[in-house]
């Protein structure tokens, strides 16, 4: 069943103590509204149990790409406080994230607004470690993992992720890499471990190498949406599934090419207008699909899109920046695509020859 589009304010507010079919003198309390969501059901990831679509916070920080100014911090703030209070508890970062001397702005931020709040212990936080090539020994990688622990003033991290994998141009570094990663988990740093733009091979190999030293690997995290959905995507899922890893959706709206707010002749500032000039010719007909599912749930095209990845069984992080994008994300919770819509997506995906380039990290 779908459920309202209103934004939080607007929701609330139809419950207001204010609003004119509540009576003052009423001896009882006024109604308190359930969270925003009534869902309230939560995913299994590993040892946590999580909401079934995170946050990702690339934009926290990187002025080059998303245009951010310190001057956004409070708004940044604000939207983190609502997405807790309407149920999110998974947020996406990288030490890597931010640009010039705001690099690893993204997880302090993200530390700030967790002390602030005071909910350390109801939140997951899954920070990525970027295999930089002077990181050449496990010891280096756990003081990476450390770094980042005093960025967000915290005891441990939720899942401690490897960005990226080096076997296609630095193997050696790859197993010290690994050896990092179970170094920091036995030493009680990170509560879990996951990896970053691994492909199907190395995805195995390294689920096989930490099964061996007693280290499960709990998430997997790739590009995945309906413009990303290739033969190596499909083949990832199916190995998560068989393994029991989660696999986490980056970029499910494919960075705004499936939100329906940009076409050929209105592109987006910055570096993203090159990608989209050349993929957004060729998405029309998965963009008439969304769009005409989109009008019958009386959803937005992001929401459909994002409600795919979760019908998918994984978890998307879309990006968020602002109170607005967060409420038109949530609004694709608390409802599912019927099976025939996700074929009528999927079919639409196949004909439309615009594809999201794939991450030049991602291994094999």
């Excluded at 099964?211 to 590009?223: F, N, T, Y």
């Excluded at 705004?256 to 076409?263: A, E």
Aim: hydrophobic residues 40%.
């Amino acid at each position: 069943m779908a459920v309202s589009t209103l934004s939080p304010t607007a929701y609330f507010s139809s419950f207001s103590p204010s609003n004119d079919s509540l009576i003052s003198s009423s001896p009882f309390k006024p109604f308190k509204p359930p969270p925003f969501w009534p869902w309230r059901k939560k995913v299994k990831m590993g040892p946590f149990t999580v909401s079934p679509m995170g946050f990702g916070t690339w934009a926290w920080g990187n002025q080059l790409l998303w245009g951010y100014q310190e001057s956004m911090d409070s708004e940044l703030q604000r939207t983190f406080n609502l997405a807790v209070e309407n149920g999110i508890n998974l947020f996406d970062t990288a030490d890597s994230y931010g640009t010039g001397r705001l690099n690893g702005q993204s997880e302090k931020l993200l530390g700030k607004f967790i002390r602030q709040k005071q909910i350390q212990d109801n939140i997951v936080i899954a920070t990525k470690f970027a295999a930089y090539p002077w990181r050449l020994t496990p010891g280096q990688f756990v003081n990476a993992c450390k770094s980042s622990l005093d960025r967000m003033q915290l005891e441990q991290i939720g899942i401690g992720q490897l960005h990226w994998s080096t076997a296609n141009y630095a193997p050696l570094q790859e197993l010290a890499l690994w050896d990092g990663l179970v170094a920091m988990y036995e030493k009680g740093l990170v509560r879990a471990v996951g990896v970053s733009n691994y492909g199907p091979k190395q995805l195995v190999k390294i689920h096989d190498y930490l099964k061996a030293r007693g280290v499960p690997l709990c998430s997997a995290q790739v590009q995945f949406s309906l413009i990303s959905m290739g033969k190596d995507q499909i083949e990832i899922k199916n190995i998560c599934d068989s393994l029991g890893i989660r696999l986490i959706s980056y970029s499910p709206l494919g960075l705004g090419m499936l939100t329906g707010k940009y076409t050929p002749s209105k592109l987006p500032q910055g570096p993203r207008a090159l990608l989209f000039r050349q993929i957004l010719p060729g998405l029309e007909p998965l963009l008439n699909s969304l769009r005409e599912i989109a009008q019958k749930r009386r959803k937005t095209i992001s929401q459909v899109a994002i409600n795919w990845c979760i019908c998918k069984d994984t978890i998307p992080i879309p990006g968020i920046k602002t109170v607005k994008q967060l409420e038109e994300s949530l609004g694709a919770l608390g409802w599912r695509l019927s099976s025939n819509e996700l074929i009528q997506l999927e079919d639409a995906a196949r004909e439309s020859p615009g594809k999201m380039i794939q991450n030049i990290f991602q291994t094999r």
